[in-house]
């Protein structure tokens, strides 16, 4: 297992992310790493992934995109790390750069240009943290932002009175479908606490999740709000299967089987591949990918599983992850040469989770 120890080198490293303008937004401070010791990945983010405006890029190389993916999960973890100033920064960026004029999260920012359209499980995301740092910091400028959020989905991002993947501006009109694992429990709970939508909406919504029936072990992939049927996929990708059964209640039935599968599947084969026959259940992809052993961290947290079976997918994670303070991508998930924001933002999220809860030290 990696040793929190290297994380303590890092105090001794001082090499300062680059300073200079960004390509996209207006917050001009240069993005300052945290003093104390850093988990690897955290070090990566900084050094790699980060522009000198404090924006995530999505990949080492290439030209530099922005998602509003990355920025909703980097203020979930700085909010775990209780990093008030690094939380203060990111959420000018929401302002500055991402958030529209009719209060949605712009999903992406490239080449200077903001988006049109939304991805409803950023906001979701970006919303409850905003809701949660408001509480913890005792600032209410995050709980208005997280309020004008939820309006804006209310009234542009709903089909049928159901939330739905996206919202696009060009067209005017949100899409039809809802991705399963884009029905937040918490962000509904908020929306109704807030007065945003009554209490028959947020069960109508989360309906589309706790009443949506297994296919051969599998959550569907979506839910059609004009038609009321689930689209199941012939190739299941496991992380939009784990995404979804992190929002399920502890103890539910769909929960216990899905931990059950990706339990016995690892036991038996030591590893979970990114993807699989929906009807066989074999493997039908031949990688891994360090997210799918995030998610499954983060699922089995929410179900209280056993702490050593989730301390086994916290370790093969972590086996991906380059851990050599000599090397220099060290502390990042890389593929190739290359990497991916996702496949380090979750696993910092996931590993971030286990330090709180006190599973690894």
């Known amino acids: 297992m990696k040793q929190f120890g290297l994380c303590v080198i890092l105090l001794f490293i001082s090499i300062g992310v680059t300073a200079g303008c960004a390509e996209a937004g207006t917050y001009k401070q240069t993005a300052l790493e945290p003093s104390g010791p850093l988990q690897p990945t955290e070090h990566f983010i900084y050094h790699k992934l980060m522009n000198g405006e404090g924006m995530i890029k999505t990949n080492v190389s290439g030209d530099p995109l922005y998602l509003s993916e990355s920025l909703g999960l980097w203020m979930e973890f700085l909010l775990g790390r209780k990093d008030e100033e690094h939380f203060q920064a990111h959420y000018r960026l929401l302002i500055d750069s991402f958030l529209t004029k009719n209060g949605l999260v712009a999903w992406k920012i490239e080449q200077n240009k903001a988006s049109g359209t939304n991805a409803l499980i950023d906001d979701f995301r970006i919303m409850v943290s905003l809701n949660h740092a408001a509480s913890l910091w005792g600032n209410s400028e995050y709980g208005q932002t997280a309020r004008k959020i939820g309006v804006a989905l209310k009234k542009y991002n709903t089909n049928g009175g159901c939330f739905t993947d996206y919202y696009d501006a060009a067209s005017g009109s949100a899409s039809k479908a809802v991705t399963l694992s884009y029905v937040h429990p918490e962000a509904l709970q908020f929306l109704k606490e807030k007065g945003i939508i009554d209490e028959k909406t947020e069960e109508q919504n989360l309906d589309v999740l706790y009443l949506a029936p297994l296919q051969n072990g599998f959550l569907p992939k979506s839910y059609n709000t004009e038609t009321k049927q689930y689209k199941y996929d012939s190739e299941v990708n496991v992380i939009d299967q784990l ?119």
Not at 295 to 318: G, H, W
Request: glycine share 6%; charged share 25%.
């Open 243 to 361: 995404y979804a059964a992190v929002n399920l209640k502890q103890g539910d039935d769909k929960a216990a089987v899905l931990s059950k599968w990706i339990t016995q599947e690892f036991k038996s084969n030591g590893k979970l591949y990114g993807r699989y026959s929906a009807e066989t259940k074999e493997p039908s992809v031949p990688y891994e990918s360090p997210s799918v052993y995030a998610l499954a961290v983060l699922f089995l947290l929410e179900q209280k599983e056993d702490p050593a079976v989730i301390k086994s997918f916290y370790e093969r994670m972590t086996s991906f992850e380059t851990l050599d303070p000599l090397k220099p991508d060290y502390g990042g998930y890389m593929s190739g040469g290359d990497t991916h924001s996702f496949d380090n933002l979750l696993p910092l999220l996931a590993e971030r989770k286990l330090f709180n809860e006190n599973i690894i030290q």
